[in-house]
């Protein structure tokens, strides 16, 4: 028996032995059958906003009507300055007249329930015409990456969508909070990397942003700076569905070449958002555009230097198309003087702000959006159509600078 045992160890131990000399080769294998063979793209585009659509030019008075603030007369016209800067034509919002009367000094606690409702229905309409776009079934969807600035919930509007679309109940799900007008872009650099990591993957990207939850009425302290989240941020929702190695039936639109992200030194006090008692609120410092456009060549050239053509030394950005996060109508101009970029080339970023406003990390969607729009009618505004390589870009907290190479695929 004491001769059987050590027969058995032994055994063991040899089988041990030789099953460990032979992962090395295995994981490899196991990792190259793992990976896609191609680069990911963007295979279907959705867009949603809510019914309730204001005006930018009533928005004053509308804003200082339904908060009861017409006593505020010193205040009025400092916001209304504030409103015709933007370049905003009209947002859409959740919170309707009838919703703000019906609770008057709407509680944090009250505005959160409105978005764990309404978010998850918004974003499921926007992930709903991307499916339909795509052509394919939503339970081929593998991967769920949820990106929102207002809510705060778990189990939240992740889950909701699993049951909205009819999703796998085995999808992979991933939610980002609170990384403001970079959330989109972040969001889809998240889904670059999962695609390009998981052979067969098919990522949903859904960013919803409701500003119930940042909503507030004014007071005798406002300031410029405190007055421009009610100046400037709407409503909307954007989904994309992200693969790689395409089959026949998938139409692909943008491939994701390569990603980037840049947090600027000593610049946190330039934009923050949080959550406290009142609700989402944030610090947006009127330098940013200068700040934004006094740093972004030198991340783009870090970024994608190496894979963009250069002539005398000097990348031309004219021979790219752009989908930059509008932030508002000065950031873009310091951008078009800092880039050297023809009037024109941010003409889809223009239009979406000035059709929604800024919809935080929804907004980039909108704005690809928009530039697969424009490539597709010659005749339209700001049309790209002759060029191949074009830039994603976004900015949130931090001070941080997302960026993304792309490649039109059609």
């Known amino acids: 028996q004491p001769l059987a045992l050590f027969a058995l160890f032994f055994t063991r131990k040899v089988t041990m032995a030789s099953s460990s000399s032979i992962p090395a080769t295995t994981v490899r294998e196991i990792r190259v059958a793992q990976r896609a063979d191609g680069p ?4 279907a585009i959705g867009t949603a906003n809510p019914p309730h659509c204001v ?7 509308y804003y200082f009507r339904v908060t009861n603030s017409d006593h505020l007369t ?4 400092t916001f209304a300055k504030l409103c015709g800067m933007t370049g905003i034509g009209r947002r859409f919002f959740y919170h309707t007249d009838e919703l703000l009367a019906a609770h008057p000094g709407m509680s944090l606690d009250a505005r959160l329930d409105v978005v764990a409702t309404a978010a998850p229905e918004l974003a499921a309409s926007a992930a709903a015409s991307a499916i339909a776009e795509w052509g394919r079934p939503a339970g081929d969807i593998t991967h769920l990456v949820v990106s929102t600035n207002a809510g705060s919930h778990a189990p939240g509007t992740d889950v909701r969508l699993v049951y909205l679309l009819g999703l796998r109940h085995d999808v992979l799900r991933t939610v980002l909070q609170l990384n403001g007008c970079a959330s989109g872009c972040a969001a889809l650099r998240l889904a670059k990397d999962l695609a390009e990591n998981n052979r067969s993957a098919r990522v949903l990207v859904a960013c919803v942003e409701l500003t119930v939850t940042a909503f507030r009425a004014p007071d005798e302290a406002d300031s410029f700076d405190t007055l421009i989240p009610q100046g400037l941020f709407g409503d909307g929702a954007g989904a994309v569905i992200v693969g790689a190695d395409p089959d026949v039936h998938e139409r692909p639109l943008f491939e994701m070449v390569s990603a980037s992200q ?6 946190e006090h330039m934009l923050a958002v949080q959550l406290g008692s009142g609700g989402i609120d944030g610090t947006i410092a009127t330098g940013l555009p200068r700040l934004a456009a006094g740093i972004v060549e030198r991340c783009l050239l870090d970024a994608f230097g190496n894979h963009l053509a250069v002539v005398g030394g000097v990348v031309e950005w004219n021979n790219l198309f752009w989908a930059v996060h509008p932030g508002s109508s000065a950031m873009l101009d310091h951008i078009v003087r800092a880039l ?9 970023s223009r239009t979406v702000v000035r059709e929604y406003g800024n919809m935080l990390g929804a907004t980039v969607i909108f704005v690809l959006d928009e530039v697969r729009r424009q490539r597709e009618d010659p005749e339209g505004e700001g049309a790209s159509h002759d060029e191949d390589w074009g830039v994603m870009m ?8 997302e960026t993304m190479l792309l490649h039109a695929a059609t």
């Open 55 to 61: 005006p930018q030019g009533d928005y004053p008075d």
């Open 394 to 401: 976004g900015f949130g907290p931090g001070f941080t600078v």
């Open 40 to 43: 990911a793209a963007v295979l």
């Open 340 to 348: 050297r970029l023809a009037p024109g080339k941010l003409a889809a």
């Open 262 to 267: 840049y947090v600027i030194p000593d610049t």
């Open 74 to 77: 010193d205040l009025k016209p």
